[in-house]
């Protein structure tokens, strides 16, 4: 049994040094946000009374649940933390750990270089040990780097390790569905597709059981659900951080046993070889490369908006229990439709992030097929650079536009259907929208494919920074000309009378640049293989 393990040390030692720098962004993050948000709670809050305002008009609107869990406690500094970061916090830590195993697991059998570490004398379940015992040390890590850090802040020590302990708890349990999706995915963006669809779901119930009424139950339903019982800043309960750490351990040992039951270089969901000669031309071979992650795009935008439509159409029982607003209403300071149309908004937004996700996925690829080798052999045939780019640029910009139609009009007829009547029309419009900033976060990765592709992860830094200013900036009092730059921020309003339409024009004007400053850089680089 031992020999299954050989090697493992080294095996990690090397993971450590190799993705040293890969790391050093993701700790940055997880350092400094906590301490900064900690940090400006006085400033933000000078009395009592503002905490309890803003956490009394939050009830007003849901799908701040939805997005960054129950603000349970705002009166003290933690509390206003936790509530901030938590949700987002558990997400990249998982996010992150699901990365680590698969690029230490499925993305070296991939690219020839475990078959050259397996020639040495090494065990056959050393390598996705090693992998996972770094993602669990940075899961580790982090979790003492934010308890650190707030406490170092003044923080209460319990409290800020709870809430490290929670995104380091995910990041232990994650790491385990990383590890058994590695064993399934034929290759490692299949794999990272899978861990992330589950990532999601788990994401997608945690927020239905914060957001709708007597539905705690799903909360235990999902690993962040879990993760959200730990409650940092009121009851710091260690018993779900045991379950998360448990839940990772077993899928661990799943994952080592559905390795021993796969060939070396494959996956246990097969993959059918294409046909010998392709007679679709470039554009049918953009369409087929990208056929996957299209359908997988199309049927959760679909799933999400049907379900959004559905928590809508129990908003008016939620208001009704709600006596902050109630009293909104009976004193004529705000009325049941445009509260409903806010909470419709911000889940538009949310889907339009998510189309973004999307567009820089189907853009960024495009590199990975020249990365791969591929690309070469596609140019060496009478093709210009500029008709082999231009299907993948014109799908980036396409499929975000079909799927937010589809959400769009998902989330009005699920929430007319459950009994909240909403303006289709206004609702469709509100998601086409949020193209131009869809279309921006498109340009940036093309003219990063095109001019500087080393750089292409900057598209996914900058969307980050985009969501972070978005949701955060507002409440965080961000100087307006800060949040006016991100594209998201100035979406207009098509639910309130007087849209300005202005924002949306320059947003196009410089997507439209980038993204034909990447289509002339492409034309004019060297490949990057050859």
Known sequence: MNRAFTGTLPLLRHAVRLDRWKLLPWFLAFGVIPVVVYAVYGSLFPTPLDALALQSSLSTNPAFSLLLGPATDLSNAIGFTTWRIQMFGMFFAALMAILAVTRHTRATEDSGQAELLDSGVVGRLARLTSAVLFAWLASAGLALLVGTALTLAGAPTASAYALGGAMGGTGVAFAGVGAATAQLGSVARTANTLAGTVLGISYLVRGLGDTLQDSDWLLWASPLGWAEHIRPASENNAGPLLLLVGAGGILVILAAWLSSRRDFGLGLIPTRPGPARGRSGIWGLTSRLNRLPLWTWGVNLLILGTVFGLVTGTLSSAFAGNPFVRQMIAFRVATEEQLTYAFVEVLVLILGIIG????????????????????????????????????TAALSILAPAVGMGICSLALATASNVSGSPLDVGKVVLQGAAELPAIWLAVGVALALIGLAPQLRSLAWL??????????????????????????????????????????????????????VAGLVGYRRRDLVCT
Not at 468 to 474: A, D, E, I, N, V
Not at 495 to 503: E, M, P
């Open 462 to 515: 900058l969307l980050v920074y985009w969501l972070l200013l978005t949701f955060f900036g507002p409440i965080l009092k961000v100087p307006e000309w800060l949040l006016d730059t991100s594209p998201f921020h100035v979406v207009p309003h098509v639910f309130s009378a007087g849209t300005d339409w202005l924002s949306t024009w320059w947003t196009l004007a410089i997507a439209a640049i980038l993204a």
């Open 356 to 391: 973004a996700v999307m567009g820089i996925q189907l853009a960024l690829r495009f590199f990975a097929e020249e990365e791969e080798r591929r690309a070469e052999w596609i140019l060496s045939a009478p093709l210009s650079r500029l008709r082999h780019v231009i299907p």
